[in-house]
């Protein structure tokens, strides 16, 4: 990552409407991934970003 992206941390923090597309492609690609070892809450951030994704469709 460069020095201009957002920490996934400081993302959590906020309502993914804040977030940008960039940082909404990678995170769902990252944890998409990763999927079959995220625990119930980073499934429960992929589906927030998911469905953020699809709204600004």
Same mark, same amino acid.
């Given at each position: ?9 400081? /993302? ?7 977030? @940008? ?6 995170? $769902?690609?990252?944890?998409?991934? /990763? /999927? $079959?070892?995220? @625990? ?9 970003? @998911? ?7």
């Amino acid at each position: 990552m460069d020095s201009t992206r957002r920490d996934f941390t400081e /993302l959590t923090m906020m309502s993914k409407e804040k977030w @940008n597309d960039e940082e909404l492609f990678y995170f $769902q690609h990252a944890l998409s991934q /990763l /999927l $079959q070892y995220v @625990n119930p809450e980073g499934l429960s951030i992929l589906h927030e970003i @998911n469905r953020e994704m699809h709204s600004r469709d």
